[in-house]
């Protein structure tokens, strides 16, 4: 059974700081993995989603990788800003579309 | 678009009582999901569809039901609830040829 962990569970960091939240799951066997941003009391913000051949997706201040071989990603925030302030959730992706998701990590950026 | 959209966005039941959570997109999405979201567990998947008139169960389907008689709907219901329903339900979408999936805002739901 995949399970996917996010470390840490909660991250502060000061404004225009760059910022990298991990994620790493046990079944290397996936099809996707995606990242998502979640407010408080909200539902979930799709930001990068990178297909299991792929090493990288960018869009604008993030940048997602992922290394199927060692069962990691990584999602890098350059120039944090307090509009960042988040819960971010990773997911991997199996072969019905199944997502499994990490517990997330809060992040919150100080102005 | 309207996106993924889900009603209600609250609702408080009492321990046996049955209810429809709605969940419908606009988007022509071939593959739907149900999340339920509790403290500490992350989501976890209750059921999901292919398309019309397909449903296979998730991770954790015991309690709830779902049907798919269109492309558009994709109910989720609860046939007796119980205090371990309490729960943030979210609905989910995914467009033919992609596995990005879209989000509905929840349904935050209270047994009592």
């Known amino acids: 059974k995949q399970e996917v962990t996010q470390i840490p569970a909660a991250l502060s960091v000061p404004e225009g700081e760059n910022l990298v939240l991990n994620c790493s799951f046990t079944?290397?066997?996936?099809?996707?993995l995606q990242w998502f941003r979640q407010d408080p009391g909200k539902g979930l913000t799709s930001l990068l989603l990178?297909?299991?051949?792929?090493r990288e997706q960018t869009s604008g201040r993030l940048n997602a990788s992922l290394d199927k071989s060692s069962g990691r990603s990584t999602l890098y925030i350059a120039a944090s800003q307090p509009g960042d302030s988040a819960t971010y959730l990773c997911?991997?992706?199996?072969?019905?579309?199944?997502?499994?998701f990490g517990s997330g990590t809060q992040l919150t950026v100080l102005p | 678009n309207a996106g993924v959209t889900q009603t209600p966005k609250f609702q408080v039941l009492k321990t046996g009582q049955s209810m429809t959570l709605q969940c419908a997109q606009d988007?022509?999405?071939?593959?739907m999901s149900w999340y339920r979201q509790d403290p500490g567990m992350g989501l976890r998947l209750i059921h999901y569809?292919?398309?019309?008139?397909?449903?296979d169960q998730g991770e954790v389907p015991n309690g709830y039901n779902v049907s798919r008689s269109t492309t558009e709907d994709f109910p989720l219901r609860l046939l007796s609830a119980a205090p371990s329903q309490t729960s943030v339900y979210f609905c989910a979408s995914s467009p033919p040829g992609s596995r990005e999936q879209f989000f509905g805002p929840g349904t935050r739901l209270t047994v009592l």
């Open positions: 997911a991997t992706g199996g072969s019905a579309r199944q997502l499994t």
């Open positions: 988007m022509n999405h071939e593959y």
């Open positions: 569809s292919v398309g019309a008139g397909i449903t």
């Open positions: 079944d290397s066997a996936i099809y996707n």
């Open positions: 990178i297909q299991s051949s792929q």
